[in-house]
C-alpha cells in the first residue's frame, strides 16, 4: 500500500487557506501561555502589593529622628543635637478597590493578588506618609542665631515643616 503524499499535501494546502486565521490565532494563544516559562529567567515580576511596598521602605518616625540628629550633629556650631519629631497621623495605604453598582445597592471590595499556596496580598495604589506637625531640635549652639538658622533651614528641608513649626533650643 503506497500513501500518495501529493493528494495529502494538497488537501493540507487547502484546508490551511480555508482556516489560516484560525492556526494564526491558535498559535498565538500557545506562544502567549509559553511566553512566562521562557522569558523570567528565574526572576519573578514584582507586583505593588501590600506586603513589597512594606518590605521595600518601614517609615519610622524615630529613624527619622536618628538622621536627623546625626545631620544636624554635623552642622557647624551645632554640637550633639536632640531632635523630637510629631506626626498628624501614621503613615497609611490606598488599596485598590473593585466596585459593582446597581439600582438598589453598591459594593466595593478591596482588589487581592494570589501568590500560590494560599497566600494573597492586597495591591497597593498608593504609599502616604505622615504629615509632620512640629518638631524640637535641641543642642549647645540652639543659643546662637546663625546657628539656629542652619538648622531650621536644614529641619524644613528635610520635613516640609515651615520655620514657624520648628523650635530649636540651646541645652545644657
Same mark, same amino acid.
Request: proline fraction near 3%.
Given at each position: 500500500?503506497?500513501?500518495?503524499?501529493?493528494?495529502?499535501?494538497?488537501?493540507?494546502?487547502?484546508?490551511?487557506?480555508?482556516?489560516?486565521?484560525?492556526? #494564526?490565532?491558535? #498559535?498565538?494563544?500557545?506562544?502567549?501561555?509559553? #511566553?512566562?516559562?521562557?522569558?523570567?529567567?528565574?526572576?519573578?515580576?514584582?507586583?505593588?502589593?501590600?506586603?513589597?511596598?512594606?518590605?521595600?521602605?518601614?517609615?519610622?518616625?524615630?529613624?527619622?529622628?536618628?538622621?536627623?540628629?546625626?545631620?544636624?550633629?554635623?552642622?557647624?556650631?551645632?554640637?550633639?543635637?536632640?531632635?523630637?519629631?510629631?506626626?498628624?497621623?501614621?503613615?497609611?495605604?490606598?488599596?485598590?478597590?473593585?466596585?459593582?453598582?446597581?439600582?438598589?445597592?453598591?459594593?466595593?471590595?478591596?482588589?487581592?493578588?494570589?501568590?500560590?499556596?494560599?497566600?494573597?496580598?492586597?495591591?497597593?495604589?498608593?504609599?502616604?506618609?505622615?504629615?509632620?506637625?512640629?518638631?524640637?531640635?535641641?543642642?549647645?549652639?540652639?543659643?546662637?542665631?546663625?546657628?539656629? #538658622?542652619?538648622?531650621?533651614?536644614?529641619?524644613?528641608?528635610?520635613?516640609?515643616?515651615?520655620?514657624?513649626?520648628?523650635?530649636?533650643?540651646?541645652?545644657?
Amino acid at each position: 500500500m503506497k500513501v500518495d503524499w501529493s493528494v495529502w499535501g494538497k488537501k493540507l494546502r487547502a484546508l490551511f487557506d480555508k482556516y489560516k486565521f484560525v492556526f #494564526l490565532v491558535i #498559535l498565538v494563544g500557545v506562544v502567549l501561555l509559553l #511566553l512566562p516559562a521562557f522569558g523570567g529567567g528565574g526572576e519573578k515580576e514584582k507586583t505593588p502589593t501590600a506586603a513589597s511596598a512594606a518590605a521595600s521602605e518601614e517609615f519610622s518616625v524615630e529613624a527619622m529622628e536618628r538622621k536627623l540628629e546625626e545631620a544636624l550633629s554635623q552642622v557647624d556650631g551645632a554640637g550633639k543635637a536632640t531632635v523630637v519629631l510629631t506626626v498628624r497621623a501614621g503613615p497609611r495605604q490606598v488599596l485598590a478597590q473593585d466596585g459593582k453598582q446597581s439600582d438598589k445597592e453598591s459594593t466595593s471590595s478591596t482588589v487581592v493578588v494570589s501568590k500560590g499556596s494560599g497566600t494573597e496580598d492586597a495591591v497597593v495604589l498608593q504609599q502616604i506618609y505622615p504629615q509632620y506637625q512640629g518638631a524640637l531640635v535641641v543642642c549647645p549652639g540652639g543659643g546662637e542665631a546663625a546657628v539656629r #538658622l542652619k538648622i531650621i533651614d536644614a529641619v524644613s528641608a528635610l520635613t516640609g515643616l515651615g520655620s514657624d513649626k520648628i523650635s530649636v533650643c540651646k541645652s545644657k
